[in-house]
């Protein structure tokens, strides 16, 4: 079964509004987090790392402002994106690692169609 | 950044056709996963390697860790249907980073 759960699975919204996305680990704690975007036909591309206690990791290029993460607990990681626009729609995907040396597992994926 | 590269991009085979792809960096990593994505869903591993050399295998599927630590190469036997799907395969260069994904192979199986 699924050891990360991600909601919701898909949202439309106007533009201008705020939509946050969820992403938990059912059976593990998890202190980090990554949350990746997927457009059509290409690959999953990292945007921030969370952390859980501090201050998210944004790659290069990633707005803070406008991509607001919160690792509230060792269980739950949101991104909030921030007077979406219909360039923000895409697959949003997050993955956490039971541990620092094992592998990742990814939530369902969340596909957001702002229009 | 860090670029992994996969191939074929794509592949069409016929059902019961055995299939290979590998993925290729400049870069060592320690870790190599592979991943396979169905439309609108998430990655599912498929495949975790952790050595050097490490030949694993999962049913049908199997994936090694190349010698140089600079590739890793997986392999489908008897392809069926099901086995349609985009395979990504992704590097960790140090424990407690993330993990690098290539650009995918996408995979189809002709009946």
């Known amino acids: 079964g699924a050891v990360v759960s991600q909601h919701p699975s898909w949202v439309i919204c106007k533009s201008g509004t705020s939509v946050k996305i969820e992403c938990r680990s059912l059976?593990?704690?998890?202190?980090?987090m990554f949350w990746y975007r997927q457009f059509p036909k290409q690959s999953l591309m990292l945007m921030a790392t969370s952390n859980e206690g501090s201050k998210a990791t944004y790659e290069q290029g990633v707005e803070k402002d406008k991509f607001l993460i919160n690792h509230a607990s060792l269980t739950l990681s949101t991104l909030t994106v921030t007077s979406a626009h219909p360039e923000d729609s895409s697959f949003y995907i997050c993955?956490?690692?039971?541990?620092?040396?094992?592998?990742?597992?990814f939530g369902q994926g969340t596909r957001l169609t702002v229009v | 950044g860090q670029q992994l590269n996969q191939s074929p991009q794509s592949m069409f085979i016929q059902e019961g056709e055995d299939v290979s792809m590998n993925c290729t960096s400049s870069?060592?990593?320690?870790?190599w996963l592979w991943y396979k994505q169905d439309p609108g869903e998430g990655p599912v591993l498929l495949i975790a390697?952790?050595?050097?050399?490490e030949l694993t295998s999962n049913g049908r599927l199997t994936a090694q860790f190349g010698i140089t630590r600079k590739d890793s190469f997986l392999n489908i036997s008897a392809s069926i249907p099901s086995d349609v799907g985009i395979y990504f395969c992704a590097g960790q260069l140090e424990y407690g980073q993330n993990f690098v994904f290539g650009p995918g192979t996408r995979l189809s199986v002709l009946p």
């Open positions: 993955s956490a690692p039971r541990t620092v040396s094992t592998e990742a597992f």
């Open positions: 870069s060592i990593f320690n870790t």
């Open positions: 059976d593990f704690q998890a202190t980090t």
């Open positions: 390697l952790y050595k050097a050399g």
